[in-house]
Every structure is written in C-alpha cells, then in structure tokens.
C-alpha cells in the first residue's frame, strides 16, 4: 500500500481542504504515515497570507529535502497559496519539488500522484483541472467539521494576497452543503462550521447568505452551528435576524474590523467606516444581547499615526470584545500596500502592537467575567494537554472551559456552571 505524509498550514480552510485530501488518498488506496521517510509522497499543503507561514513552510522544504533526493522515488509536492503565489519560482529556489500545484489543482491530487505512479512521465498533472468543491471534508472519529461553502475574495483589501491566490468568489450548490451536512450528522458530528473567505457574500441563484442559513437548520439536525469569516460590509440585517431565530446557531461571531481609523480603513478598502461598523456591532446585539463578538486587528498599516491608533483603541473599548487576534502589518508582495509610502519600521509596529494587546486583555477579562456563576451548555472536546485529569470543552459562545469528567462525554454535551476564571479559561462543575 502506497503512503502519504501530510503536512497543513494555515486558516481552518486548508485544514479542511487537507480532511477531503485525506479521504481522497484513501478511496485510491493510499495509507497516511506520520513518518515522512517511509512515505511514497509528501505533500505540504501551504498558507501564503502571513510572512511568518511563508517562512514555515520554506523551512520545513529545506529539512525535507534529504527525503527528496534519497534513491527511493518520492514525490515531494507544495500545494495551497504558496504555490499559487509563486508558481514555478519554487522550484527555481528549491529544484528537489517535484511538484507545485495550487489551489485549484489540490483537489486531484490523491488522483494526480495515483496516476504518476502508473506514468511517471506525465509532466503537469494540474493542467487544465478547475476548482470544485469536495463532497466530503469528514475527519473519522472527529464530533466537530469545517465545511466550505464558498471559495475565493473579490474584496481585494490592500494588504491581503487572498484573491490572488484564491482567486474570485465561488458558491457552492446549496443542495450539496445541504447533503453532506446531513452526512456528517449522521456520522457523529453536532458542531459544524460553515467556511468561506467571506461567507456572508454567499450566492448561489441568487439565494442568499441568510437563505442558506435558513435551509441549514431546517432542512438538518445539526445541534450547532458556527460560520467564519466574516466581512463587516457583507452582514446583512436578514443574516442577524436568522442568528436570532434559530437555536442552532451559536451566539458568537467573528467580525474582523482590522482598524478603528477612518483614514486606515480606506486606505485598506475594507468599504465601511468606524460609524459603520459600531451601527452594525448595536443591531447584533439588539437582537443578540448574549452574543460574543471577536476580532481581527492589523497594527502598523502604511501611514498610521498615533491619532489612527487612539481611534483603535477607543473603538476597542467601545465594542467590548470578548478576543481579539492581533498582528502587525507585514508587506505582502504583489498587493496595493506593500508599495505605499509611510511604511513603519518594526520597532514602532510591534510596541504599537504590544498597547493594543494589554488594552484588549483587560476588556477580555472583563467581558468574560459576565459569564461567572452561570450554568451553561458546553461541548466536551477532549482532555485538557495542560491537564489530563481534566476534559476541556466550549461554550455556544466559544469560551473555553475545563471541568471534571470521565472519557464517556467526550464528545457530547454537559451542562456546567462556570465558577471560576484563569486566563482566558473557566473552571466549570457538572451538573
């Protein structure tokens, strides 16, 4: 039997691009190792959006190389945004790739290597494939599953490299969502997140976002439902509106703003102002009030000064975030603002940075501590790695929470009373 090694970077998309990888080995008879030396093919499956997941994945080809050149043939292969940023400049820089295959082509590739092995000539497996969305993204055992429903960004933010390694916008046929939601139900699954690099632009027939929704949680039994990501400018009040009518989809919501000055967000074409935003943040939780709100925010754009950074911060308090997921800007190449002028040395980004992050930590703690003393409904997802005697679990809010219990409700759901906070972890009891 054939083995694969599998290696995965990057946003929950390629991790569930990578779970319908898997499954596509297996159905062409292939068996995954752990072990790259004994595999027949390895396969990086690459994140471009950030520098430091670029520099991750350059490192782990140069130590992977020796596995390349043994005697023994072996395909080495970078898919995923890497390879649709660089193309055929990898194996300039790295000649031991055998092949460099983007997003579009990653789904064949469980076919690809099959056939390569039966005609070791063929040249460029990838040519001539366009993208199509995989009918199954299951992880076996697993009681949580990401499912794409669309792929791809036509907002062209100016730092981001997404839609030109994504490409644009795809939807996918709702009665296929519709169908392997239903799949994974039965399988096992009670906690699905719909995924898309904007999710609230959803068409298909011009069936909406929130029409989806709608279709979702009734037309299947799943217990919960999360989605992620999603564009301030795209949630409409008809999505809000379903979020509060149906049970099934969590409170919790991941708005990214990035930046809280009028002068950044334009200059980022993220296509909505400060006011915008914070109308948007008062209907959610008009019609939300136990709703959890988290962010994105980018530190350190182009031309940012101290008084762009304030607005931030006072937007920050305003909102009240539960979390935030906080960066510095970092130049990607081939995007609008990596050629501005008014770039910030690293020093200056990073202690604006280091602000931000102590300012949010303090309204996280706040904002959780609303939650003591409550009896909530929690996930149980597996022992806890700091410790074991502990099972770790999630809210419908997305909070994390460790408690005592037995391996038997792992995997289902536990009502517990939150007593207590450390970090950014409760102490629960069950009930």
């Given amino acids: 039997m054939k083995k694969y090694y599998l290696e995965t970077y990057g946003c929950q998309m390629n991790f569930a691009e990578s779970a319908s990888l898997e499954n596509d080995f297996g159905k062409y008879g292939w068996q995954a190792t752990d072990a790259p030396e004994e595999a027949s093919a390895i396969i990086l499956n690459s994140c471009s959006v950030r520098q430091s997941a670029e520099e991750r994945v350059w490192g782990?080809?140069?130590?992977?190389?020796?596995?390349?050149?043994?005697?023994?043939?072996?395909s080495l292969v970078l898919t995923g945004c890497l390879a649709d940023h660089y193309g055929e400049k990898i194996r300039e820089r790295f000649p031991f790739v055998n092949f460099v295959i983007g997003n579009t082509g990653k789904g064949r590739l469980a076919e690809m290597l099959t056939q390569l092995n039966e005609n070791p000539h063929e040249t460029d497996p990838a040519a001539g494939?366009?993208?199509?969305?995989?009918?199954?993204?299951?992880?076996?055992?697993?009681?949580?599953?990401?499912?794409?429903?669309?792929?791809?960004?036509?907002?062209?933010?100016?730092y981001c490299i997404v839609p030109y390694v994504r490409g644009r916008e795809i939807s996918r046929n709702p009665e296929e969502i519709i169908d392997e939601i239903n799949t994974l139900v039965r399988k096992g699954v009670r906690e699905i997140t719909l995924l898309g690099q904007n999710v609230n632009s959803y068409s298909w027939n011009n069936r909406s976002f929130g029409e989806l929704l709608r279709e979702i949680c009734t037309r299947t039994d799943v217990?919960?439902?999360?989605?992620?990501?999603?564009?301030?400018?795209?949630?409409?009040?008809?999505?809000?509106?379903?979020?509060a009518e149906f049970p099934q989809i969590c409170k919790s919501l991941h708005l990214p703003?990035?930046?809280?000055?009028?002068?950044?967000?334009?200059?980022?074409?993220?296509?909505?102002?400060?006011?915008?935003?914070?109308?948007?943040?008062?209907?959610?939780?008009?019609?939300?009030?136990?709703?959890?709100?988290?962010?994105?925010?980018?530190?350190?754009?182009?031309?940012?000064?101290?008084?762009?950074?304030?607005?931030?911060?006072?937007?920050?308090?305003?909102?009240?975030?539960?979390d935030a997921f906080t960066y510095f800007y970092n130049p990607r190449i081939g995007t609008k603002?990596?050629?501005?002028?008014?770039?910030?040395?690293?020093?200056?980004?990073?202690?604006?940075?280091?602000?931000?992050?102590?300012?949010?930590r303090q309204i996280s703690l706040k904002e959780k501590e609303r939650f003591l003393n409550r009896t909530v409904t929690v996930l149980a997802e597996g022992r806890s790695k700091k410790n074991?005697?502990?099972?770790?679990g999630r809210t419908e809010q997305n909070n994390m929470v460790v408690f005592s219990g037995g391996d038997d409700i792992i995997g289902q759901f536990i009502d517990v009373k939150l007593v207590s906070l450390s970090g950014t972890t409760y102490k629960g009891v069950c009930l």
Avoid at 292 to 318: H, R, S, V
Avoid at 341 to 359: A, Y
Wanted: charged share 30%.
């Fill in 388 to 392: 074991p005697d502990e099972i770790l």
């Fill in 223 to 243: 217990r919960w439902l999360r989605f992620v990501s999603s564009h301030p400018k795209d949630l409409s009040d008809d999505v809000i509106a379903c979020m």
């Fill in 60 to 74: 782990r080809l140069g130590f992977l190389k020796k596995y390349a050149e043994q005697s023994r043939p072996v």
């Fill in 337 to 360: 603002a990596a050629e501005m002028e008014g770039q910030l040395s690293e020093e200056i980004k990073k202690e604006r940075l280091q602000r931000v992050i102590d300012f949010q």
């Fill in 129 to 158: 494939y366009r993208f199509a969305f995989s009918s199954d993204h299951s992880v076996p055992g697993e009681f949580k599953a990401f499912v794409p429903i669309m792929h791809g960004c036509n907002n062209f933010c100016t």
């Fill in 257 to 322: 703003v990035q930046h809280g000055s009028d002068s950044i967000l334009k200059a980022m074409n993220r296509r909505y102002t400060r006011s915008d935003y914070l109308n948007l943040v008062r209907r959610i939780r008009r019609a939300m009030p136990e709703i959890t709100l988290t962010t994105d925010l980018l530190i350190g754009f182009p031309g940012e000064t101290e008084n762009d950074l304030q607005e931030t911060m006072t937007l920050i308090d305003e909102v009240r975030f539960d």
